[in-house]
């Protein structure tokens, strides 16, 4: 009862070398949305990301990208997913949402520099990113 309030204070650090990856990426897709998996450690709320991973069978189009998440190899370092919104706002979509994937979702939007990406729970609540 005494930590009913007690939250965990949730952060995101994205290095910026994984940044320039997934804009790279996300250029190169557009006007599609790309996607991509996450790759990295979570403690403490902390969620550190530090790799990126292509997931098989991805499909996407002007407003949607995914990819089954069945054919996905288990690997614990996979934290979450990152993709692009080449047109409208960085905030997750109902499908987005549906789709959820892991500890966190990142949306990358056009014109895919460092202030256009956001981090999501799967409830749709943003998570402060730091980027370093
Ligand atoms: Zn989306």
Redesign the pocket.
């Known amino acids: 009862m005494f930590f009913k309030n007690k939250k965990i204070e949730r952060k995101i650090l994205l290095e910026k070398t994984v940044l320039d990856s997934i804009v790279t990426f996300c250029k190169m897709k557009h006007p599609n949305e790309g996607i991509l998996i996450l790759k990295g450690k979570s403690r403490k709320g902390a969620i550190k990301i530090d790799g990126l991973a292509i997931p098989p069978f991805n499909f996407s189009g002007p407003t949607f990208a995914g990819f089954p998440h069945s054919f996905l190899p288990f690997d614990n370092s996979y934290i979450g997913i990152v993709?692009s919104?080449p047109t409208g706002s960085a905030e997750?979509?109902v499908t987005?949402l549906n789709n959820f994937f892991g500890l966190v979702s990142l949306?990358i939007k056009s014109p895919y520099d460092d202030d256009s990406i956001f981090a999501w729970d799967s409830s749709g609540n943003t998570i402060p990113l730091t980027i370093n």
Do not use: A, Q
């Open positions: 993709h919104h997750p979509s987005d949306i």
